[in-house]
């Protein structure tokens, strides 16, 4: 899931505020509850801590009337939600639910609120795994990528460069491994590409906005005109595609001709064959 500026548009900031901490907020209401008790029972030494940095962050790489201008500037729109990793949601959490349990002298109710404590860490949150391909290689790589990679380099050869055309920006990091595989795409622009409707593609046709036109095939499956399409891979110098298997391309590219290397569990591989 991403959250675009031209999406959310005023409501960016919120829209990744939402995002970073979606399956987590019993911890961030139990933050806030402890960022009011600092106040209420007045202590400054943890509100020097956990507080002023708060504030000093909505003043400034929470808001929107700053933040639009700096992300503008530098490229931040991908890569925001980041800013909102330095909370200390995690620290000032432990440090709590610590004080709730010392705070208690008999050692039943000392044991039971901790007993408590745990229980609630364990059901607010989600496991770090859900959902998630863990990586068992030594380039700690998710395991499709690597699959990818090889399937690739099978073809072209370990030493030589080649040009990828991907539907997914998680891909990327193939590059990590191997920095002979180039990207066709920036990985900014896979990632934030929107197709809205066919108004948007006569206008890519139009300009030959080639950048454009790939990333409405390979993210949306969207096809148009055979002969735009070659021209387009043409442009961008593309050797190979890595298709999300989803999007239901391959009888499609192999009309072109392209010849299938093979299949992850997610992705289709395609050499291009001029």
Same mark, same amino acid.
């Given at each position: 899931?991403?959250?675009?500026?031209?999406?959310?548009?005023?409501? !960016?900031?919120?829209?990744? !505020?939402?995002?970073?901490?979606?399956?987590?907020?019993?911890?961030?209401?139990?933050? !806030?509850?402890?960022?009011?008790?600092?106040?209420?029972?007045?202590?400054?030494?943890?509100?020097?801590?956990?507080?002023?940095?708060?504030?000093?962050?909505?003043?400034?790489?929470?808001?929107?009337?700053?933040?639009?201008?700096?992300?503008?500037?530098? %490229?931040?729109?991908?890569?925001?939600?980041?800013?909102?990793?330095?909370?200390?949601?995690?620290?000032?959490?432990?440090?709590?639910?610590?004080?709730?349990?010392?705070?208690?002298?008999?050692?039943?109710?000392?044991?039971?609120?901790?007993?408590?404590?745990?229980?609630?860490? @364990?059901? @607010?949150?989600?496991?770090?795994?859900?959902?998630?391909?863990?990586?068992? %290689?030594?380039?700690?790589?998710? %395991?499709?990528?690597?699959?990818?990679?090889?399937?690739?380099?099978?073809?072209?050869?370990?030493?030589?460069? @080649?040009?990828?055309? @991907?539907?997914?920006?998680?891909?990327?990091?193939?590059?990590?491994?191997?920095?002979?595989?180039?990207?066709?795409?920036?990985?900014?622009?896979?990632?934030?590409?929107?197709?809205?409707?066919?108004?948007?593609?006569?206008?890519?046709?139009?300009?030959?906005?080639?950048?454009?036109?790939?990333?409405?095939?390979?993210?949306?499956?969207?096809?148009?005109?055979?002969?735009?399409?070659?021209?387009?891979?043409?442009?961008?110098?593309?050797?190979?595609?890595?298709?999300?298997?989803?999007?239901?391309?391959?009888?499609?590219?192999?009309?072109?001709?392209?010849?299938?290397?093979?299949?992850?569990? %997610?992705?289709?591989?395609?050499?291009?064959?001029?």
């Amino acid at each position: 899931m991403s959250v675009t500026i031209k999406e959310y548009g005023s409501d !960016f900031i919120y829209g990744v !505020f939402d995002m970073a901490f979606e399956g987590i907020r019993p911890y961030l209401l139990l933050y !806030f509850i402890g960022i009011l008790l600092l106040i209420i029972y007045k202590k400054d030494d943890l509100k020097s801590v956990f507080l002023h940095p708060i504030i000093a962050l909505c003043l400034t790489a929470y808001n929107p009337y700053i933040m639009f201008y700096v992300m503008e500037k530098i %490229n931040l729109e991908i890569r925001f939600a980041r800013m909102f990793w330095i909370i200390p949601l995690a620290l000032f959490m432990a440090y709590l639910l610590t004080s709730l349990i010392f705070s208690v002298s008999k050692l039943s109710l000392k044991i039971l609120v901790a007993a408590m404590s745990v229980a609630f860490v @364990a059901i @607010a949150g989600n496991l770090s795994s859900d959902g998630t391909n863990i990586a068992t %290689n030594i380039y700690k790589l998710d %395991n499709e990528s690597l699959q990818v990679h090889d399937l690739i380099k099978e073809d072209c050869g370990k030493d030589k460069e @080649a040009v990828l055309l @991907a539907s997914e920006a998680g891909l990327y990091r193939i590059r990590e491994l191997d920095p002979s595989l180039k990207m066709a795409l920036e990985r900014s622009y896979v990632r934030t590409f929107e197709y809205t409707d066919d108004e948007q593609l006569q206008r890519l046709i139009e300009k030959k906005n080639y950048s454009g036109l790939l990333a409405t095939t390979v993210r949306f499956g969207i096809i148009f005109d055979e002969v735009l399409f070659r021209e387009s891979i043409a442009k961008k110098q593309v050797d190979y595609l890595v298709i999300n298997q989803k999007l239901q391309l391959d009888d499609y590219f192999w009309s072109l001709g392209y010849t299938r290397l093979g299949t992850t569990d %997610n992705y289709s591989v395609f050499k291009i064959v001029s």
